[in-house]
């Protein structure tokens, strides 16, 4: 059975700190592109950052760049997202996304699996 299980999420303060992780089983994960894509309350979904099966170049969206670092441990069939200098807006349901292929993808409609999400509250 394919899983995306996500962890991690929870509250905290404007500035402080996070990270989210992704396990995945079922599939050869080292063969998919990642994605981190979020859902804020009341919004579409909004792509945060891809990273190819062997790692590689990293982007990320214009809200969250310079902040978010995205990273992968194929090993340990796990992604990563570690979220610094948060913000409120920053509030949302994380979601890790598969592609299969040698690179991650922006696009809804090319992703495998997704995973349930891990909700990210940034608040005082």
């Known amino acids: 059975e394919v899983q995306l299980v996500e962890s991690g999420g929870g509250w905290v303060q404007p500035g402080g700190s996070l990270r989210i992780s992704c396990a995945a089983s079922?599939?050869?994960?080292?063969?998919?592109?990642m994605s981190w894509v979020r859902q804020a309350p009341g919004k579409g979904l909004e792509w945060v950052s891809g990273?190819?099966?062997?790692?590689?170049?990293?982007p990320y969206a214009d809200s969250v760049k310079g902040r978010f670092t995205i990273s992968r441990d194929n090993a340990k069939n796990t992604l990563y997202l570690q979220m610094n200098s948060l913000k409120p807006e920053d509030t949302a349901v994380y979601h890790c996304?598969?592609?299969?292929?040698?690179?991650?993808?922006?696009?809804?409609?090319?992703?495998?699996?997704w995973g349930q999400g891990t909700q990210v509250t940034v608040s005082s």
């Open positions: 079922g599939f050869i994960f080292s063969s998919y592109g």
């Open positions: 990273i190819n099966s062997g790692s590689g170049d990293t």
């Open positions: 996304a598969s592609k299969y292929g040698l690179e991650y993808s922006r696009l809804r409609q090319e992703y495998n699996y």
